[in-house]
């Protein structure tokens, strides 16, 4: 039952994030670039690398399981092979391919006549300064730390380390004796009995320990990254010793 609320919270915060992220997006355009705008994030494509703009595409799109719920996002490819970006919330046969000497852009505005005129006439008018093709990211989500490919496989061991701990308590609970031996002496001794229930004590106490070094880890990441990563680290190993002590409890 833990475990299924976890995934369920998880979902939810997942579809919530791709729901704000499709009520947030946007196009922007000066006669420099094109601003493409979702949750702090933006997305730069210069005016003046557009070779041309076309309606729907045919394209291979990323598997994922939530493509499509909200808006459509990450790469795909044409029939050419060409990368073609999307930030749409239609899928690319019925959204404006903006096609640039780097790659191409899936976007769906409102009035797709309007927004090209306006592009169109920004465009004549000629860059005032030259642009880059880049994306800066929100400041708000920190996806650095997120993105961190170390980071991010000590956090899926770390939950994964959580997850079994709880999941080894529902097996074991039913059967556990309605009070258990919970606290030891110097000698290993029984020192109390506790209620059967505050062993779900310590794998919430594990999660929670988590929780804070996530918190400590993205304060520190754009100064202190290998701190910020050992501090996910250190979630592991309070992970394996909360993991003992449960199993002391239990077997």
């Not at 947030?24 to 003046?48: K, M, Q």
């Not at 306006?118 to 920190?142: C, H, M, Y």
């Not at 770390?158 to 556990?176: I, K, T, V």
């Not at 400590?216 to 909360?242: K, P």
């Amino acid at each position: 039952g833990v475990v299924a609320l976890v995934a369920l919270v998880a979902i939810a915060g997942w579809l919530a994030y791709r729901a704000a992220a499709a009520f947030t997006l946007s196009y922007e355009l000066d006669r420099n670039g094109l601003y493409i705008i979702w949750l702090g994030n933006r997305a730069v494509v210069p005016l003046d690398r557009i070779t041309s703009i076309d309606v729907g595409a045919s394209a291979r799109l990323p598997w994922r399981l939530t493509q499509g719920i909200g808006y459509y996002w990450g790469q795909a490819r044409l029939e050419d092979g060409q990368v073609m970006h999307l930030f749409a919330t239609q899928p690319p046969a019925r959204c404006l391919i903006v096609y640039t000497t780097d790659g191409a852009y899936a976007v769906s505005p409102a009035d797709h006549e309007a927004f090209v005129q306006d592009l169109e006439q920004r465009r004549n008018l000629g860059a005032a300064k030259p642009l880059a093709p880049t994306v800066e990211p929100s400041r708000i989500f920190l996806y650095e730390f997120w993105n961190d490919r170390t980071v991010r496989w000590l956090l899926l061991v770390a939950l994964a380390m959580n997850l079994a701990a709880l999941g080894f308590l529902a097996l074991r609970y039913p059967s556990l004796a309605p009070l258990i031996e919970m606290r030891f002496d110097a000698t290993g001794e029984v020192a109390e009995l506790r209620p059967r229930h505050q062993a779900l004590f310590l794998p919430l106490a594990a999660f929670v320990l988590s929780l804070l070094n996530i918190a400590l880890g993205l304060a520190l990441y754009h100064r202190e990254r290998l701190g910020a990563r050992l501090l996910q680290g250190a979630s592991v190993i309070v992970q394996m010793l909360f993991a003992v002590a449960l199993a002391t409890v239990l077997l």
